[in-house]
């Protein structure tokens, strides 16, 4: 008797009848259990590998078929349908046990040191998290238009701007000492030495630029200083805070610019 043969007799009915199959299907299983587990937990797409160790192991059924269904000490185990085929039997169950194995160290060599994230991508676990992830997160950078230089149109060809529409007046006036009168708007009424303003009062120059306000609201008039130098003053007191104006005050910007406020009511 060959060792081919004594290593035949031993994988089917060694190990006190159990056979040697026994120690190749707990070897199989654990190839199968540690690469499952491992791509598992890493969240590793290792889809072939998982099916490759499966039906790898599975080579290993017919030696057990074959293990409890023919007995060599029966002459009519001879009978067997799977007598015929026991030479191809032992090495199926010897490839069902040993191939498990070799693909799972081929699988941890493959994807060693990675891991994967919940879509799908591959990474180094060293980086902590998914690059790929982190990019597709990133909103992409605003693309530079160069814009063309704009020629400057000559003066005699520019357009005009349209005329502002007049805005609505109110029946109320401030009147100076010489006799002139600025009405009020409605809404706001801005003072000040700046020709920005609704009343400019340029020959002062104690008049600051943006000096005060009046804010009218259902015909009542509130004056408001707008952090004027030289302050403003209702009836010889300086204002310090917003104002209900009364017929007949008198309010004084700067050091020289003096007003009487009048109002009527239809």
Not at 61 to 67: E, K, S, T, W
Not at 90 to 95: H, K, N, R, S, T
């Amino acid at each position: 008797m060959t060792a081919t043969n004594d290593f035949f007799i031993w994988f089917f009915y060694g190990l006190n009848g159990l056979g040697g199959w026994f120690l190749f299907l707990l070897l199989g299983l654990a190839g199968v259990i540690w690469l499952l587990y491992d791509s598992s937990r890493r969240r590793l797409p290792a889809l072939g590998w998982r099916l490759a160790v499966i039906l790898t192991a599975l080579l290993i059924l017919p030696a057990l078929l074959y293990r409890f269904t023919v007995d060599p000490t029966n002459p009519a185990s001879v009978s067997s349908p799977l007598y015929p085929y026991s030479e191809l039997i032992f090495y199926l169950g010897l490839l069902g046990g040993v191939l498990p194995v070799v693909i799972a160290v081929g699988y941890f060599v493959t994807f060693q040191g990675l891991v994967g994230c919940a879509q799908g991508h591959v990474y180094e676990a060293a980086l902590g998290s998914c690059p790929e992830c982190a990019r597709l997160a990133t909103p992409p950078a605003p693309q530079i238009i160069r814009e063309m230089p704009i020629k400057p149109i000559p003066m005699h060809m520019a357009p005009a701007s349209p005329p502002q529409p007049p805005r609505p007046k109110a029946h109320a006036w401030l009147i100076s000492r010489d006799g002139r009168d600025y009405q009020l708007n409605l809404g706001e009424t801005t003072i000040g030495r700046s020709s920005e303003n609704d009343i400019q009062l340029s020959g002062d120059s104690t008049v600051s630029r943006q000096h005060a306000k009046v804010n009218e609201q259902n015909g009542h008039f509130r004056l408001i200083d707008m952090g004027s130098d030289n302050y403003t003053r209702v009836n010889g007191h300086v204002l310090r805070q917003t104002i209900l104006l009364q017929p007949d005050d008198e309010i004084q910007f700067g050091d020289n610019t003096t007003v009487r406020f009048v109002t009527t009511r239809n």
